[in-house]
Structure formats: structure tokens, C-alpha cells
């Protein structure tokens, strides 16, 4: 039924979107003997900070999970609700946010202060490692969560009426469970953090904190050396797949789904001590992960009213690109999702969008102007980029329905164009609005390839926003990133909210 | 003896009461339509729900003790057994939560796998195991953990005819000779006619005191007569 003609044509067209400017770069890139010193030394520090922050995030997520787990109190659903939004908030905002909390002029420095103590310093390894944490501890937590909660009901039933204490049922049932899921949450979170980009640009504080993605824009932006930075991509394209394609093999989780709601009732944890640590768990996550947002409001308000035109351009800049971009990345992924487009559009997630910017970059060049094309190029590099999470929100949903109406259809001799506008759409709206949300916060909140190709005309939200930080105007950066946040998460609403109205289920 | 005095179980809308007694040493079954809450009343009285109104054994109020701290075992329809765990490693759980066990330890366990017909099948974890042997391995820890009462929750209720008649007289065999009483869940009369001295029907918001099988069946209440389709 699924008309697999149809998804021949966009997977050829994300094949070729992606291999042409991949190819590109491979040419012009050296092998590694062109590596200097320097190069290595981002190699080396992009492995160093995606191995502790994955470390960290999993290991604190760990008795988060738990405690979400076990534990039922009012907000409980807000919080894991909250949890999920770091991944749609803009890179920039929570970097501004962190900087407001843990920054020299920051509040814990001025907490630290009234003892007489000095300001922390924040940047390099452990600034990029702070904001790592923030965006992937909630993620590596659903994950972790979804774990435990998959945990049979009966089988604590059982450790119940054995009496079994806390350690022998880590030992018996949570540890054989952590040991499934757990590498499979740190290896997603190394290789999230090994595309760093825009928190290594404001937070890694120098060279010895620079990583892949941040050396292929630096030799860009700087020296404007296009083999070299085809050499870089080269070195970043080998990493991600490596990971990606390891990632392919484990056992993962499902960190969108719903179903989070029900807590595990713990004959075992209801001594004080447990209850009192638990709420300690959940207190401080939600205290790191929420102080950061709130200081963006706090601090963005004031400077709302006098925010310079060039930020109200760039917004609108922003939001044209995320739209399109939005269109794009479902135009892609309808006919994919209907036929088997998965494969294709998996490429998206080996390659990095500085990677793909650079090949971008090399293919224009000789045509054309690539910094007139920088927002058209931005938004076809960011649906690539939010295509493999619109898949793989729609492609289970396509098969779903297939599986449970198909015959029906079958029987009614619909054709294969009744099967898909009235049965097939309509059926799949709660997934295209939520992976039209995605795709759209997911663009407006992007700082990747925009700083390559940007003139100072022409500037995303995201970019003006990060000028502005360049040249130490906080109250304007605060409330271009109040702005930000706005408008990336009232994207995702809208469109999420859309697919969900009146949707029957 | 167990004693359900005035109990009301409530989850949401549903509600079940309960006003009864168990006989010490007798097989009591619970017969009733699905979704009637005859699971509802097993997790109450194992300490999974809470009740107003008092459980008791032997005159001990049940109320204030955990489910680990009560006088009972229980098995459920399905994850009775740890599947990473060998035969003799589940059935030594009622024994330790350690993992090393004393040469006494592993003495009983062998034992109790062997009164249940699984000698030599020790070292098998439950997928190499039949669903039948897994139901004796689940029933091996219960007679190890030697309480006086035993809930079921229909354990066997995904074997085969022959299979479950099999584990029930097994049940009965092993309660007669440790005098465990069992509460156990069936949606089978043939299940109560064969083991139970007692049973027990619970329906339309209320478990009913339980009376001798024979004489239920014999004459069942209006509530049974509509369960069984003999209204």
C-alpha cells in the first residue's frame, strides 16, 4: 500500500543533498598527514569533554530516574514535561542562562562573595562540560526513567514479599536494568557533545578548549583556509560515524514517547532517609535546570523595550528560515515515512552541519556568492538536520496504522490515493505536529552554519544574539535570548498543539 | 486464620467490600467475573493496596506491617522468576537476598527444587526451563519461604489443561503436608471443585464469606449463576 515510487525521489534528493557536499570536502581535504599540532589538540579535547560530559550526565541521571521513579508529588509530570524541553531550547539561550548563574558576575559568584570568596571562573573545560550537563542530564534522565518504569510490576511485588532491602534489589533488578540502558544514554549524549559547537564557541574560553566543529569555523571565519577546513571536516565526518553507526547497535530507549506518567510503588524506599535523598535528587535537578531560564527572564525583561532594530531584523530572519526549513524537512519526511526512506535520512545524523556547511560552502563558491545564499543554505542544512527525529516520530505511526487499517482499506478497495489523504494524513497529525515543532525550534534556536556563511546583512536571531554577547552588551543579549526562547518554544507549541487539537484518538 | 473485618478497598470509583473470615489450613477459592477485583483484594491483603477497615492473622492486625514483614508468599500470573537468575538462585531468594549462599542454604534449596521435581535442573535459568518446570520453581521459593499463607494470583493460568490440573494438586499436595492456607484466584469452577475446601465469590462491589465449594455449586447465589451462564 505504502507507494514506495514515492519516497525513491526525496531519499535520492537527501542522498544527493548530503554525499555531493560530503564529496566536496573529501577532495579538498588532506589526509591526516595535514593535521598540525593544533589539530590534534581539538581531536583530542572534542574526546575529552564528550567522554565527561556523557560520564556526568548518565551518572547524575542515574538517582534522578530513581527518584522520579518511585516517587509521586505534585508537579511531578510538569518537571518531566520540563524535561524534555532543553532539547527544542536554543544552545545560546541556556549558555546565557548558565553564564548568568555560574558566571563570574553570575549569581553563585555573588553567593560566593558575601563569604568572601572569589568569583568561579567558568570558562574552558568545565564551563563546556556545565552546559553539556544541562542539556543532556534530562535527556539521559527520560531515558534512564523509561527504563525503570519498564521495570514488571509484579517483580517488585515479589522483592516486596521477600522482603528484599534497597541493595539486593539494585542488585537483582535495577542494576541488570541500568547495565541495558545506561551505555546506550551515554553513548547518545557522546555523541551529541562530540558536535559541540556553539558551547565550545562561548563557553571553551580559548585555544585549549576548541573543539572539531569549533576549529573548522575558526579556520574558516579567520584564516580562511578552505582545505584546512575541509581537512577538519574530514576528522569530524569519521568521528560522528563511528558513533553513529555504534549507536545503530545498541539498545536505546524511547525518550520522546509518552507513558512516563505512572510512578513504581517501593515497599523497600519508604524509610525517611530514602524519601529525604530522593527529594534532594529531585530538588537540585530541577533547581539547575530551571534557575538558568529563570535568570534569562529575569535579566532579558528590562532590555526588551530598548532591543536594537538589527534584533528585531534578525527575528524575523530567524522566523522565515525556521518556516522554511519546517516545510522543508516535512516535505522530505512525509514521502519517506510512507515509503522506506529511513536509511537516507539516518545520513542526516552522521554528519555534523559544519561539516555539511563546509561542503556547502566549497560546492557554491564557484558559482555563486555563498554568504547571498547563507539563509536559504541554513535552512536546508537544518531540515537535514531535524529530519532523522520527524522519521523517527512518524515512520512507527505510518507502520501502525498500515498494520491496524490496511486490511480494512483493503477490503473497502480504497486506492492509494483515498488510503493516504483520508486515511493515512489525517491519522498522522499528532506526529507531523510534533515533528513540524521540533523542526522549527530546532532552526530558529541554530547557531551552526549560519556562522559560517553569515554577512553582517543578513543575521539569525541566534547570530545577532551571539554578536551582541561578542561585544559585552549582556542586557540586549538577554533579551534577544528571552526573545529567542519565545519564539522557539511558542513554535513548537503551535504546531504541537495543532497536530493534538481535536485529534481523535 | 484470616480475618477481613468491615474492609473497603477503594481505587478510583471502584470499590470492593469485604466482611470475612478464611479457615486456618484450607484451600479458599476466589471465583468471580473479570474486573470483578478479585486481583484488588489478593494486592490488599499482601499490603499492595491500601483498606480502611482491619486485616488480621491469627488476631495480628496486618495493617501496619509491609508487605515484606506479612505472613504470606504470593505468586502472580506472570515475572514470578528473576531471568537472570538460575533455578536454585530465584528459589534461594527466600532464603538471603546475598548471592553467596551457606552449605545449609544450598542444602534446602536443593531440597525444596527437589520436592517440586527439579532435581538436577538447578543451574537452568527460567528460558531453559518449560513453562510448567517454571511454575514448580516459582512454587520451590514459596515453600521455602515457609509462611503460613500462600496468594495466588493464577499463576498457572497460561499452562495447558493437563499441566495446570498437574501444579494445582501440586499446590494441594505441598499446602496439606507444610498446613499452609491458600487464597487462590481461578476463573475455572473445575479449578475450585478440584483443590478448594472452600470458595469464595466475589461480585458486584462485594467479596462474599466463602463456603464449602460443594455446597456453592450446589447451590450457587444469584451472582455465581450469572458468572457461570446458568442464570
Known amino acids: 500500500m505504502a507507494p514506495r515510487a514515492v519516497a525513491i525521489i526525496p531519499a535520492t534528493l537527501v542522498a544527493g543533498l548530503v554525499l555531493a557536499p560530503l564529496t566536496a570536502v573529501l577532495i579538498r581535504g588532506g589526509g591526516p598527514s595535514a593535521l598540525g599540532p593544533a589539530d590534534w589538540a581539538a581531536l583530542r579535547f572534542t574526546l575529552l569533554q564528550a567522554v565527561v560530559s556523557s560520564a556526568l550526565s548518565v551518572g547524575l541521571a542515574i538517582p534522578v530516574a530513581r527518584a522520579l521513579a518511585r516517587r509521586r508529588f505534585p508537579g511531578r509530570s510538569l518537571l518531566i514535561t520540563l524535561l524534555g524541553a532543553p532539547f527544542i531550547l536554543p544552545v545560546l539561550v541556556a549558555v546565557l542562562g548558565l553564564l548568568a548563574v555560574f558566571g563570574q558576575n553570575g549569581w553563585l559568584s555573588a553567593l560566593l562573595g558575601v563569604f568572601g570568596l572569589p568569583p568561579v571562573q567558568v570558562y574552558g573545560l568545565h564551563g563546556v562540560v556545565l552546559a553539556h550537563v544541562f542539556f543532556n542530564l534530562p535527556l539521559a534522565t527520560r531515558l534512564i526513567l523509561q527504563g525503570w518504569l519498564s521495570i514488571p510490576a509484579e517483580r517488585l511485588r515479589t522483592a516486596a514479599t521477600l522482603d528484599l532491602p534497597p541493595f539486593a534489589i539494585f542488585r ?51 584564516d580562511f583556509d578552505l582545505s584546512h577546513a575541509a581537512t577538519l571536516a574530514t576528522v569530524q565526518l569519521a568521528l560522528v560515524a563511528v558513533s553513529a553507526l555504534l549507536l545503530l547497535r545498541l539498545p536505546l530507549g524511547e525518550a520522546m514517547g509518552a507513558g512516563l506518567d505512572r510512578t513504581l510503588r517501593r515497599w523497600d524506599a519508604e524509610t525517611p532517609r530514602l524519601r529525604v535523598l530522593d527529594a534532594v535528587w529531585i530538588a537540585l535537578a530541577a533547581t539547575f535546570l530551571l534557575l538558568p531560564l529563570l535568570a534569562i527572564a529575569l535579566r532579558g525583561v528590562p532590555g526588551l523595550a530598548t532591543l536594537p532594530a538589527s534584533v528585531w531584523q534578525a527575528a524575523g530572519f530567524s522566523l522565515a528560515v525556521a518556516l522554511g526549513s519546517t516545510a522543508l524537512c516535512l516535505a522530505l519526511a512525509l514521502p519517506l515515512a510512507l515509503g522506506r526512506g529511513e536509511p537516507a535520512a539516518l545520513l542526516g545524523l552522521a554528519i555534523s552541519p559544519l561539516v555539511l556547511g563546509t561542503g556547502l560552502f566549497l560546492l557554491i563558491q564557484p558559482h555563486a556568492s555563498p554568504f547571498t545564499l547563507a539563509l536559504p543554505v541554513t535552512a536546508l542544512v537544518n531540515a537535514l538536520m531535524s529530519l532523522p527525529f520527524a522519521l523517527r516520530a512518524l515512520r512507527p505511526e505510518v507502520q501502525a496504522i498500515t498494520a491496524q487499517y490496511g486490511p480494512l482499506a483493503q477490503s473497502l478497495d480504497l486506492s492509494p490515493h483515498a488510503w493516504t489523504f483520508r486515511i493515512l494524513l489525517p491519522r498522522l497529525r499528532r506526529p507531523l505536529g510534533f515533528s513540524a515543532g521540533l523542526a522549527a525550534a530546532l532552526s530558529m534556536g541554530d547557531l551552526g552554519v549560519i556562522a559560517l556563511f553569515a554577512d553582517p546583512e543578513r543575521a539569525t536571531l541566534p547570530l545577532q544574539m551571539y554578536r551582541l554577547m561578542q561585544g559585552y552588551r549582556m542586557e540586549s543579549a538577554a533579551a534577544a535570548a528571552l526573545l529567542l526562547l519565545v519564539l522557539s518554544l511558542g513554535l513548537f507549541w503551535i504546531f504541537d498543539r495543532g497536530g493534538r487539537a481535536d485529534a481523535d484518538t | 486464620m484470616l480475618t477481613l473485618d468491615r474492609v473497603i478497598i477503594r481505587q478510583g470509583d471502584f470499590a470492593l467490600s469485604a466482611d470475612l473470615t ?193 455446597d456453592l455449586f450446589a447451590n450457587p447465589p444469584k451472582a455465581l449463576r450469572t458468572y457461570l451462564g446458568t442464570a
Not at chain 2, 45 to 74: E, H, N, Q, Y
Not at chain 2, 163 to 173: G, I, P
Request: charged share 15%; aromatic share 4%; glycine share 10%.
Open chain 1, 172 to 222: 537483582l533488578i535495577e542494576g541488570p536494568m541500568l547495565r541495558h540502558i545506561a551505555p546506550g544514554a551515554a553513548l547518545i549524549v557522546f555523541t551529541l557533545c562530540l558536535g559541540s559547537f556553539a558551547v565550545a564557541l562561548t563557553l571553551g574560553g580559548g585555544p585549549a578548549s576548541t573543539t572539531v566543529e569549533l576549529a573548522i569555523y575558526q579556520s574558516f571565519r579567520f
Open chain 2, 22 to 214: 478464611l479457615p486456618k489450613g484450607a484451600i479458599t477459592a476466589i471465583i468471580g467475573p473479570s474486573g470483578a477485583g478479585k486481583s484488588t483484594l489478593l494486592s490488599a491483603i499482601a499490603g499492595f493496596l491500601p483498606v480502611s477497615g482491619r486485616i488480621a492473622w491469627d488476631g495480628t492486625d496486618l495493617g501496619p506491617l509491609p508487605p515484606g514483614k506479612r505472613p504470606l508468599a504470593m505468586l502472580f500470573q506472570d515475572n514470578n522468576l528473576f531471568p537472570h537468575l538460575t533455578a536454585a538462585q530465584n528459589v534461594a531468594l527466600a532464603l538471603t537476598h546475598r548471592a553467596r549462599l551457606t552449605e545449609a542454604q544450598r542444602d534446602k534449596v536443593t531440597d525444596a527444587l527437589a520436592r517440586t521435581g527439579l532435581s538436577g535442573l538447578e543451574d537452568r535459568k527460567p528460558s531453559q526451563l518449560s513453562g510448567g518446570q517454571q511454575s514448580r520453581v516459582a512454587l520451590a521459593r514459596v515453600l521455602l519461604q515457609d509462611k503460613p499463607l500462600l496468594l495466588l494470583d493464577e499463576p498457572f493460568s497460561a499452562l495447558g489443561p493437563a499441566l495446570k490440573s498437574e501444579m494445582l494438586d501440586l499446590v494441594a499436595t505441598l499446602a496439606r503436608d507444610t498446613g499452609q492456607t491458600v487464597l487462590m484466584i481461578t476463573h475455572d469452577p473445575a479449578d475450585a471443585r478440584r483443590i478448594a475446601d472452600h470458595t469464595l465469590v466475589v461480585a458486584d462491589g462485594t467479596a462474599s464469606p466463602p463456603q464449602p465449594t460443594k
